[in-house]
């Protein structure tokens, strides 16, 4: 069964937000329904600004999943809505999806409107309006409510008998318009035990519990019935580098764990933790298969294992093999390890997975490792469930350390996951060692930029620019241009057509190691001043500045940020200005800092004789933001934007 709550996203609609005084139903409206929407006193949202600028606000949305007498499972799911504006009425136009397997019991629907003298005009959906399709194994309800303007009232409730008893529906509190009220019901016969999740960033304002005596397949059973409430809910925003993304729409999930039907014994589907999820994981088939010998991999392994090699070489030797060897083809999905490795591709996961199997084969201590990515979710600390995990990479213990290794990408490092990979924890699938085991970063993006330069008379700037890249640095680079057929030489030609006023002399990069990749960059040029009149020269002295502009624009975020990668900006920049002329505008100095040492800014100018030296340092480690730390990244930002692009003016 496919939850409903999720099926909302088919909802046919537009949102265009427009700025509007919210309006609010008339006081007959609210007399003559209080037992219906909702009691203006009790239900006014908690922030006086709640709702202003919506084209239509959700008065009420509640869900209730019920185990009748006949053990079936029945979802009923009320919304009363208010339209505020034209672009509103789109809400009044309806789909409601469900499983094929499932059976609608009944759809009814309402429109209130106010008429002439305040009379009440109600409009109730007849069954030939609504219509229906299927599509791909999904039954799709459409219908629109009849008489819906701007300023009615709609209210419709439909109700559901669920296929599959084990599938509580997930309950989605956050909409796409603000909700005035969400509350979700379950009643749950007491042998059935269900995992809940409560996701996104909202807490629950009420929450109740209570167990009573009901009859259930002719017999007396203990009902446990929860209700979850949360009030004045702000339309979802949807933004950008948010991990997890779904995740941090509010909502509340819901997964069976174990179930003891009357007279039969326990159905365990979900382990008790994360041990237990890794255990069971790697004596499947599919997985055991990892820690166990394979004739196919022998004769390879024999050409990389060099014994007279210092065993982090030999173990390099393993990963270079596979990432630089193998490509990724997702239509190897179904196929096995060593069809993957005889055609040399197959998906990220066997690629990892052969990784594995070869370390493990060649005597070293290797694993196949579950992660979440930060756009799945982050993992839990409790109730794991096998969907959690999306990506598989391989760790190798060595001498007291763990080495994690991803091989599907060609541009990755040794020792390096992709930024998005690093969230939490991974699980270690094994039954000799299974559990979590904590990921860090082991990488900065990191760059060192040295300048020099001569600013002469006639107002041109000549000298050398030079840049070391490590880490993310070097593998954000390298995904850039070394990628689909491309080379280090699309980005020298794109410096040149990018700077088409420069007289570019000499422009390399070379890639060096040391125990990693690194690359070096150098430029030599001639260009004009960016500014320039009689007796007056105007610089900006940071070349190729990646701050030009603040990156974080919106005043503040619903959801968390992320900044994928720990950064580190290392610049020193000379300028020698010619004789006779003076200094009428130079860079202030700055030095600020995040809380808790998470990041520091410092900037400094100097100026001896002709000579002019510029230096900062910018160094942040902390890269996930919670929306209550957003101004302060935000403004941590804002002042290295706005410092490094200070500029430099000369007069003469």
């Known amino acids: 069964m496919l939850a409903l709550a999720e099926l909302k996203k088919y909802r046919v609609y537009q949102q265009n937000h427009i700025k509007m005084q919210r309006l609010f139903l008339s006081i007959l409206l609210s007399i003559v329904f209080s037992f219906q929407i909702l009691a203006q006193e009790s239900n006014t949202p908690k922030d006086s600004a709640f709702g202003i600028g919506a084209d239509a606000i959700i008065l009420l949305d509640s869900g209730h999943s019920v185990y009748n007498d006949n053990f079936e499972l029945v979802f009923t799911h009320t919304t009363k809505i208010e339209i505020l504006t034209e672009e509103g009425l789109s809400w009044s136009k309806v789909m409601i999806p469900y499983s094929e397997k499932d059976s609608l019991l009944f759809i009814k629907g309402h429109t209130y409107n106010l008429g002439e003298n305040d009379s009440l005009q109600i409009d109730s959906l007849q069954s030939s309006d609504i219509s229906k399709k299927i599509n791909g194994g999904i039954v799709e309800n459409y219908f629109s409510m009849p008489k819906a303007k701007v300023g009615s009232v709609i209210e419709y409730t439909y109700q559901i008998k669920i296929a599959d008893w084990q599938e509580l529906n997930s309950w989605y509190f956050q909409n796409d318009i603000p909700v005035v009220k969400s509350t979700y019901t379950t009643e749950v016969p007491n042998y059935l035990l269900f995992y809940k999740y409560l996701e996104g960033t909202l807490s629950l304002d009420d929450f109740s519990r209570k167990t009573v005596k009901k009859m259930i397949k002719n017999k007396q059973t203990d009902v446990l019935i929860e209700n979850f409430e949360i009030d004045s809910i702000p339309a979802y925003v949807m933004e950008e580098d948010v991990p997890g993304s779904n995740y941090f729409i509010s909502k509340l999930r819901f997964k069976l764990a174990e179930y003891t039907l009357p007279n039969q014994s326990t159905e365990f589907i979900l382990p008790q933790d994360y041990e237990e999820l890794a255990y069971n994981w790697a004596g499947a088939p599919f997985f055991k298969n990892v820690y166990s010998r394979s004739s196919y991999l022998q ?54 997975m052969l990784l594995t199997k070869m370390l493990n084969q060649s005597g070293f201590d290797a694993y196949l490792i579950a992660l979440s990515s930060i756009e799945n979710r982050p993992t839990y600390p409790e109730n794991p469930y096998f969907e959690l995990f999306d990506v598989y990479i391989c760790m190798i213990r060595h001498n007291g350390k763990n080495y994690f290794l991803d091989a599907s990408d060609k541009n990755l490092l040794f020792n390096m996951l992709p930024p998005n990979y690093i969230n939490n924890g991974g699980l270690v699938i094994s039954q000799k060692a299974p559990g979590f085991v904590p990921l860090e970063f082991n990488f900065e993006d990191k760059e060192k930029v040295t300048g020099e330069f001569i600013v002469t008379d006639t107002a041109t700037i000549e000298g050398t620019y030079e840049v070391k890249r490590e880490g993310y640095a070097v593998y954000s680079f390298d995904a850039r241009f070394l990628s689909n057929n491309r080379s280090y030489n699309d980005y020298l030609i794109e410096t040149i057509f990018e700077n088409m006023d420069w007289n570019i002399k000499n422009h390399d990069v070379v890639d060096e190691y040391d125990d990693n990749k690194y690359l070096k960059e150098y430029l030599s040029f001639v260009r004009p001043a960016d500014s320039v009149a009689k007796n007056y020269i105007e610089i900006q002295p940071i070349v190729f500045n990646e701050f030009s502009k603040n990156p974080l624009q919106t005043e503040k975020r619903q959801n968390p940020l992320t900044l994928y990668t720990p950064l580190i900006r290392m610049a020193s920049y000379a300028y020698e200005i010619p004789e006779g002329w003076t200094v009428l505008e130079y860079p202030k100095n700055k030095s600020i800092a995040l809380p808790d040492g998470k990041g520091k800014f410092m900037y400094q100018f100097n100026k001896t004789g002709n000579s002019l030296k510029i230096e900062y ?13 957003y101004s302060m990244i935000k403004k941590f930002m804002q002042e290295v934007t706005s410092t490094l692009n200070q500029k430099i003016i000369l007069i003469r």
Do not use: C, W
């Open 299 to 352: 004769k390879e392994i024999d050409k990389i294992y060099h014994p007279e090699l210092f065993e982090i070489d030999v173990i390099k030797g393993f990963f270079y093999f596979i990432r630089n060897n193998f490509t990724i083809d997702l239509t190897f999905n179904d196929k096995s390890l060593e069809e993957a490795y005889k055609a040399r591709k197959g998906t990220p996961q066997q690629i990892n």
């Open 617 to 629: 340092t910018i160094d942040y480690d902390q890269v996930i933001y919670m929306p209550d730390e």
